[in-house]
């Protein structure tokens, strides 16, 4: 549609610079005719009033006659033809001239015809030119911000340029910040998993000297560490690949909160740990029980290691804008250098448990953000950690 109003103007400016061109042409030969047309009436009445002085008066009448606007009345009968003159007779001299005029009105209009389409051409190639060398800054990293440079056809073309360019740049940063991350976690990978397997030939060297059932227990320990950091590692990379598929069921909290703890029932008798949760009646949430359940456990065993012997406590309530739920310890709590890296995948606190690899406190971010949540840590103004999960409606 935009090519189309450009052709139409670009058309309308030739056809006007045409008719002014014609119109300056016809005042200009409109002047020179009157001006032979003079000269010629007064060479001939002043040959007709040097040969009959008394016809003087009556060129006068008829010249008065005719320029006041009846030429009939100043000449009955056509006295030239009768004569035998015709009218182009009297424009032979003149057609130099008058082909002169023309002429140059045509060479007017073509100037500035070329003109104007010469300086619109130029116009475009500085447009086009700017871009070119904005996108050869782009490319080698020095790009700046666009400005537009006028309302025409191509400040579209620099509003799309400008945003691709700008999505390119966030797409390669993110790029680049995943593969940073990448790397980090391969490192941390490798250093969770040389832990177990060290610990392993340690033992299986311990067996050659001397065999003792108390290495075999301590090989088993690090084989269930390697099977839980593969299990783990398989989730996560599952989660950055986009295949973990969660379902989307209505699940009461209660119930959610019951089935972790039961998971859970043995290892907290280990610990000596007692589980509070309190039927609050029926609260509905959208998300996966299965996934959700997974990041609950971690969170309840996270303050089940922060407080062995005390009690791990929760809490629900809903309103229109989101479902909350907490779950606290009254343990110690976070060291304050622990908070901001809590959720960081395989980052371990300064009271973290032995055998953990710091992958469950991700996890849980990972799935209750997947599901429209979000999940903080902080600590209680009287002591211990806690955890605060809110699902929200839209």
């Given at each position: 549609?935009?090519?189309r109003?450009?052709m139409?103007?670009t058309?309308g400016?030739?056809?006007?610079?045409?008719?002014?061109?014609?119109?300056?042409?016809v005042?200009?030969?409109?002047?020179?005719?009157?001006?032979?047309?003079?000269e010629l009436?007064?060479?001939?009445?002043?040959?007709v009033?040097?040969?009959?002085?008394?016809?003087?008066?009556?060129?006068?009448?008829?010249?008065?006659e005719?320029?006041?606007?009846?030429?009939?009345?100043?000449?009955q009968e056509?006295?030239l033809?009768?004569?035998?003159?015709?009218a182009?007779?009297?424009?032979?001299?003149?057609?130099?001239?008058?082909?002169?005029?023309a002429?140059?009105?045509?060479?007017?209009?073509m100037?500035?015809?070329?003109?104007?389409?010469?300086y619109?051409?130029?116009?475009?190639?500085i447009?086009?030119?700017a871009?070119a060398?904005?996108?050869?800054?782009a490319?080698?990293?020095r790009?700046?911000v666009?400005?537009?440079?006028?309302?025409?056809?191509?400040?579209?073309?620099?509003?799309?340029?400008?945003?691709?360019?700008?999505?390119?740049?966030?797409?390669?940063?993110?790029?680049?910040?995943?593969?940073?991350?990448?790397?980090e976690n391969?490192?941390?990978i490798?250093?969770?998993?040389?832990?177990?397997i060290?610990?392993?030939?340690l033992?299986?060297?311990?067996?050659k000297q001397d065999?003792c059932?108390?290495?075999l227990v301590?090989?088993?320990?690090?084989?269930?560490?390697l099977?839980?950091?593969?299990?783990?590692l398989l989730v996560?990379?599952?989660?950055?690949?986009?295949?973990?598929?969660?379902?989307?069921?209505?699940?009461?909290?209660f119930?959610?909160?019951?089935?972790?703890?039961?998971?859970?029932?043995?290892l907290?008798?280990?610990?000596g740990?007692?589980?509070?949760?309190?039927?609050l009646g029926?609260m509905?949430?959208?998300?996966d029980?299965?996934?959700t359940?997974?990041?609950?456990?971690?969170?309840?065993k996270?303050?089940?290691?922060?407080s062995?012997?005390g009690?791990?406590?929760?809490?629900y309530a809903?309103?229109?804008?989101?479902?909350?739920?907490?779950?606290?310890?009254?343990?110690k709590g976070?060291?304050?250098?622990?908070?901001?890296?809590?959720?960081?995948?395989?980052?371990?606190g300064?009271?973290?448990?032995e055998g953990?690899?710091?992958?469950?406190?991700?996890?849980?971010?990972?799935m209750?953000?997947?599901?429209?949540g979000?999940?903080?840590?902080?600590?209680?103004?009287?002591?211990?950690?806690?955890?605060?999960?809110r699902?929200?409606?839209?």
């Open positions: 549609m935009s090519g109003k450009n139409l103007a058309a400016l030739v056809l006007s610079v045409s008719l002014i061109a014609c119109a300056v042409s005042l200009l030969v409109s002047y020179h005719y009157s001006r032979i047309s003079f009436l007064n060479a001939v009445c002043g040959e009033a040097e040969q009959a002085p008394e016809a003087r008066y009556r060129i006068a009448a008829a010249l008065k005719y320029t006041a606007g009846n030429p009939g009345r100043a000449a056509e006295v033809s009768a004569l035998g003159y015709r182009s007779d009297f424009s032979g001299a003149a057609f130099g001239r008058e082909a002169l005029f002429a140059a009105g045509v060479v007017a209009g100037l500035l015809f070329i003109f104007t389409y010469v619109r051409n130029q116009r475009e190639a447009r086009i030119r871009l060398e904005y996108l050869e800054q490319n080698t990293g790009a700046a666009l400005s537009a440079s006028g309302e025409d056809d191509f400040s579209r073309l620099e509003d799309e340029i400008y945003k691709t360019v700008t999505f390119l740049y966030q797409t390669k940063d993110a790029a680049v910040q995943a593969k940073d991350e990448f790397a391969l490192s941390n490798a250093h969770q998993i040389k832990t177990p060290t610990a392993i030939s033992s299986v060297q311990m067996m065999f059932s108390r290495h301590q090989m088993e320990k690090q084989l269930f560490r099977a839980h950091l593969e299990e783990a996560l990379s599952r989660i950055d690949a986009g295949t973990l598929l969660l379902q989307k069921d209505e699940v009461d909290i119930t959610l909160l019951v089935l972790a703890a039961d998971h859970l029932q043995e907290f008798e280990s610990f740990t007692s589980m509070d949760i309190p039927e029926e509905m949430v959208v998300a029980l299965d996934w359940m997974e990041a609950i456990m971690n969170l309840m996270n303050c089940m290691e922060h062995p012997g009690t791990v406590f929760c809490s809903q309103n229109p804008l989101y479902t909350q739920i907490l779950i606290w310890d009254d343990g976070f060291a304050k250098e622990d908070l901001p890296h809590l959720f960081e995948r395989f980052y371990r300064q009271n973290a448990n953990g690899i710091g992958i469950g406190l991700a996890l849980s971010k990972e209750i953000e997947r599901q429209n979000t999940i903080s840590a902080k600590n209680k103004p009287g002591g211990g950690a806690l955890f605060e999960i699902f929200y409606s839209h």
